[in-house]
């Protein structure tokens, strides 16, 4: 008896990979992917990257989550930073060229579709809810005028911290918001349980007002490679 077992269970791990790799790949019960790309904001274009985890809940249909990174949004940020370059002259006769980083990364949960064509081809349709962090740094570098606190730097000077500190400005700091992605794509299988993947991505976050003017807004195009299990 105990021989018959060990044969058994001998048998059901030799098989075990055979059956997981015959599996069609639109039924895989679950996958795991790194994203990397790029995205468009307000007349900027900054990269993309995240990594995705996703179960099959139906037939094709799987729950995901990831979370990721936009390299650097500056240009949701930079009118913000003009209507502070604007006051500082009319109110303090003081000239500064503003400039900065808006680096955000998210995290999201979502649903994914996939459409069965019979072929290896597999298209699929997202949808995503979460939140960003949003970690402006921005920068103003002195060109003409006189300090508050009565001194000339030298042109090109970052006198970020001390307008800061004399309370002639407010800049804006880190934040969280509302965000959610709707995209789809394109998934094709390379090899055994491996595949690569296009597709497109719009992402809208409701930045604070005092952040940016109006939610951000970004679209992308995004390239992976995944384990699908």
Do not use: C
Request: glycine share 14%; aromatic share 10%; net charge negative.
């Amino acid at each position: 008896m105990r021989t018959f077992i060990m044969t058994a269970a001998l048998a059901a791990l030799v098989t075990a990979p055979a059956f997981a790799q015959e599996r069609p790949e639109e039924e895989a019960a679950g996958y795991v992917s790194g994203v990397g790309g790029f995205a468009t904001s307000f007349g900027n274009t900054t990269g993309a990257v995240a990594l995705e985890a996703g179960a099959r809940v139906a037939p094709h249909v799987m729950v995901f989550g990831n979370i990721g990174r936009f390299a650097d949004l500056q240009g949701e940020l930079q009118p913000t930073l003009d209507n502070d370059t604007a006051a500082l002259m009319a109110n303090q006769g003081l000239a500064v060229n503003a400039g900065g980083t808006l680096p955000t990364s998210f995290y999201q949960g979502g649903v994914r579709v996939e459409v069965p064509t019979g072929h290896k081809l597999l298209p699929y349709a997202l949808g995503a809810l979460g939140v960003a962090h949003l970690n402006p740094t921005p920068q103003f570098l002195f060109s003409n005028g006189v300090m508050p606190d009565g001194s000339t730097p030298t042109v090109g000077s970052d006198v970020t911290s001390a307008l800061v500190s004399t309370g002639a400005l407010t800049t804006p700091g880190p934040s969280n918001a509302f965000m959610f992605t709707l995209g789809g794509g394109l998934q094709y299988p390379v090899i055994p349980h491996w595949v690569v993947d296009v597709g497109y991505r719009y992402s809208r976050i409701a930045a604070d007002t005092t952040l940016s003017a109006s939610p951000i807004n970004t679209n992308g195009m995004s390239f992976g490679f995944g384990y699908r299990f």
